[in-house]
């Protein structure tokens, strides 16, 4: 069973950065693509940004490409989220999860395919 543990959470102004981690007990990161997903309330979740098990291929939403930054350190079995000229509209909950699948480099935005998932880590950004 893999458990994934996200931090790095907080309140910030707009304009402001933060940094969210997510490792694992229990299992392995380094071959599971990853991916993070946010909800804001009274919203559906959505897909923010993914990475493969190998680091080389990312892939964004539109919302956040070119202020986010997600990359991962196999070797410290932790992923990370840099998110950067944060906006109010960024205030969510952040969920990192792991694609069930191994070695896989196809990175999917829904959710189906994440079979592990944290509990989530509040980031609010005030105006």
């Known amino acids: 069973q893999v458990q994934l543990i996200e931090s790095g959470g907080g309140v910030v102004q707009a304009g402001g950065s933060l940094r969210l981690s997510c490792t694992a007990s229990?299992?392995?990161?380094?071959?599971?693509?990853m991916g993070w997903f946010r909800q804001a309330p009274g919203k559906e979740r959505e897909f923010v940004s993914a990475?493969?098990?190998?680091?080389?291929?990312?892939r964004y939403a539109d919302s956040v490409k070119g202020r986010f930054t997600i990359s991962r350190d196999n070797a410290k079995n932790t992923v990370y989220l840099q998110m950067n000229s944060l906006k109010p509209e960024d205030t969510a909950v952040y969920y990192c999860?792991?694609?069930?699948?191994?070695?896989?480099?196809?990175?999917?935005?829904?959710?189906?395919?994440?079979?592990?998932w944290g509990q989530g880590t509040q980031v609010t950004v005030s105006s």
């Open positions: 999860a792991a694609d069930g699948r191994y070695y896989n480099n196809n990175l999917e935005t829904g959710s189906l395919v994440y079979a592990y």
């Open positions: 229990g299992r392995t990161l380094s071959v599971h693509a």
């Open positions: 990475v493969s098990w190998s680091g080389s291929i990312t």
